[in-house]
């Protein structure tokens, strides 16, 4: 017996207590693996799981009744065409504007033309009339032009309205002094400049022809380089025009 060999005692080691022990281990392998599978499936049926849960659609009851559509016999009903568009109101057409602004005073500048003109006073001309060409100016010593007639007379010797009118300004100029405008209507003014300080007439004053406007004084520093004289000049519609085409 004791020379027995080794297989002989594994196969009865086998067929005695080894069979419980191999029996338990393929029972035990089972169930681990059993585990295992089972615990996998569970995860692939969760992953593959819609998020939102249910998408089921319900599908409406088809066997609601809806009305019928007509359809149109070919045979019998006319075209159905679409009604024409109707034209866009046109806005009516506007009345006339009226031309409000005045028209030229023809009848007032012939009246003011036809007026008599005296001298403002009587004396010779020390420097003419000279918007188009230059002349030389006494005082300042260049040459320039002259918008109006500077005539001789001493200080303090009356100054007279050339026509009839109304007096529009009466003011002093920094440079030609003490200064009266006379407005002798369609567009014609006389402005008197270099006059002494005290006139004898005030704004809205009416004038005769030979009306007494002030005296001739020395206020007008742009010529004082020229002797004793009062300057007169004459405007028709703002633009300047000689004197001289009124004093003839």
């Given at each position: 017996?004791?020379?027995?060999?080794?297989?002989?005692?594994?196969?009865?080691?086998?067929?005695?207590?080894?069979?419980?022990?191999?029996?338990?281990?393929?029972?035990?392998?089972?169930?681990?693996?059993?585990?295992?599978?089972?615990?996998?499936?569970?995860?692939d049926t969760r992953a593959t799981a819609p998020v939102g849960g249910d998408a089921s659609v319900t599908i409406p009851d088809?066997?609601?009744?809806?009305?019928?559509?007509?359809?149109?016999?070919i045979k019998t009903d006319p075209p159905v065409t679409p009604p024409a568009a109707k034209p866009a109101p046109q806005p009516d057409d506007?009345?006339?504007?009226?031309?409000?602004?005045?028209?030229?005073?023809?009848?007032?500048?012939?009246?003011?033309?036809?007026?008599?003109?005296?001298w403002?006073?009587?004396?010779?001309?020390?420097?003419d009339y000279s918007v188009e060409t230059?002349?030389?100016?006494?005082?300042?010593?260049?040459?320039?032009?002259?918008?109006?007639?500077?005539?001789a007379a001493a200080q303090g010797v009356k100054v007279l309205s050339i026509s009839a009118g109304t007096v529009e300004q009466v003011y002093t100029d920094?440079?030609?002094g003490t200064t009266v405008?006379?407005?002798?209507?369609?567009?014609?003014?006389?402005?008197?400049?270099?006059?002494?300080?005290e006139v004898l007439v005030e704004v809205g004053d009416s004038v005769d022809i030979g009306s007494e406007l002030g005296a001739v004084g020395a206020s007008a520093l742009a010529e004082v380089g020229v002797d004793s004289h009062v300057h007169l000049e004459t405007t028709l519609n703002g633009q300047p025009v000689d004197p001289r085409d009124y004093l003839k």
């Open positions: 017996m004791k020379n027995r060999s080794f297989l002989s005692k594994l196969g009865d080691f086998a067929m005695g207590k080894g069979f419980y022990i191999v029996l338990f281990l393929c029972v035990a392998t089972i169930g681990i693996s059993g585990y295992y599978l089972l615990k996998t499936v569970v995860n088809q066997s609601v009744s809806r009305p019928a559509i007509p359809t149109p016999d506007p009345e006339p504007v009226k031309d409000t602004a005045p028209e030229p005073d023809t009848q007032s500048s012939k009246q003011t033309l036809s007026k008599v003109f005296t403002p006073v009587q004396g010779t001309i020390l420097r230059l002349s030389l100016d006494p005082t300042l010593g260049d040459w320039r032009t002259h918008g109006g007639l500077d005539i920094g440079l030609m405008v006379v407005d002798h209507g369609g567009g014609l003014q006389s402005w008197y400049c270099n006059l002494a300080e």
